[in-house]
């Protein structure tokens, strides 16, 4: 995917990736967080890590990434291609793995009925489809059903793994 990105920084952990968003409301420090699913997933793979994604903000004296943010800073399609490329980072780092994404549902997304970060997420695989899927293998999940990623098909989650 050859979209403008953030330059980030990759944690000690090879499962925390920071960088800073720069827009109308300044910079803001941003946070991918890699965790382990539980190995007794419903999902046919041995290791499944969900992506979450998030402003990094001090809660309790202590720095957290808070995925219910909306920034408003005017760059979300740098951004989400920030996002892909760390997805893409740890992919080729563990290529044996597969991700999962799954928004935030927050009060407007929950007015409008759609998970508005997934919506996000699947016009940037839709709209680079094409480049994606020569090397990547996509899955969705729709109404607890699982099934191959279907461009134009609306997911409550995805998953993504190396070819």
């Given at each position: 995917?050859?979209?403008?990105?953030?330059?980030?920084?990759?944690?000690?952990?090879?499962?925390?990736y920071?960088?800073?968003?720069?827009?109308?409301?300044?910079?803001?420090?941003?946070?991918?967080?890699?965790s382990?699913?539980?190995?007794?997933?419903?999902?046919?793979?041995?290791?499944?890590?969900?992506?979450?994604?998030?402003?990094?903000?001090?809660?309790?004296?202590?720095?957290?990434?808070?995925?219910?943010?909306?920034?408003?800073?005017?760059?979300?399609?740098?951004?989400?291609?920030?996002?892909?490329r760390?997805?893409?980072?740890?992919?080729?780092?563990?290529?044996?793995?597969?991700?999962?994404?799954?928004?935030?549902?927050?009060?407007?997304?929950?007015?409008?009925?759609?998970?508005?970060?997934?919506?996000?997420?699947?016009?940037?695989?839709n709209s680079?489809?094409?480049?994606?899927?020569?090397?990547?293998r996509?899955?969705?999940?729709?109404e607890?059903k699982?099934?191959?990623?279907?461009?134009?098909?609306?997911?409550?989650?995805?998953?993504?793994?190396?070819?």
């Amino acid at each position: 995917m050859d979209k403008d990105c953030y330059k980030f920084v990759v944690g000690q952990d090879d499962f925390t990736y920071i960088f800073i968003s720069e827009g109308v409301k300044g910079k803001i420090a941003k946070g991918v967080l890699i965790s382990p699913l539980p190995a007794a997933s419903v999902y046919p793979f041995s290791s499944v890590y969900n992506l979450g994604f998030g402003d990094f903000v001090n809660f309790d004296r202590k720095w957290i990434i808070d995925d219910s943010v909306r920034s408003g800073n005017g760059d979300m399609p740098k951004v989400i291609a920030t996002v892909a490329r760390i997805a893409m980072d740890f992919l080729t780092k563990n290529p044996d793995s597969v991700l999962s994404f799954e928004g935030y549902m927050d009060e407007k997304s929950a007015l409008h009925g759609r998970n508005h970060r997934n919506v996000l997420y699947q016009r940037a695989i839709n709209s680079n489809w094409a480049e994606l899927s020569e090397e990547f293998r996509f899955w969705g999940v729709q109404e607890g059903k699982f099934e191959e990623y279907s461009v134009g098909t609306h997911y409550d989650q995805i998953l993504v793994g190396r070819l």
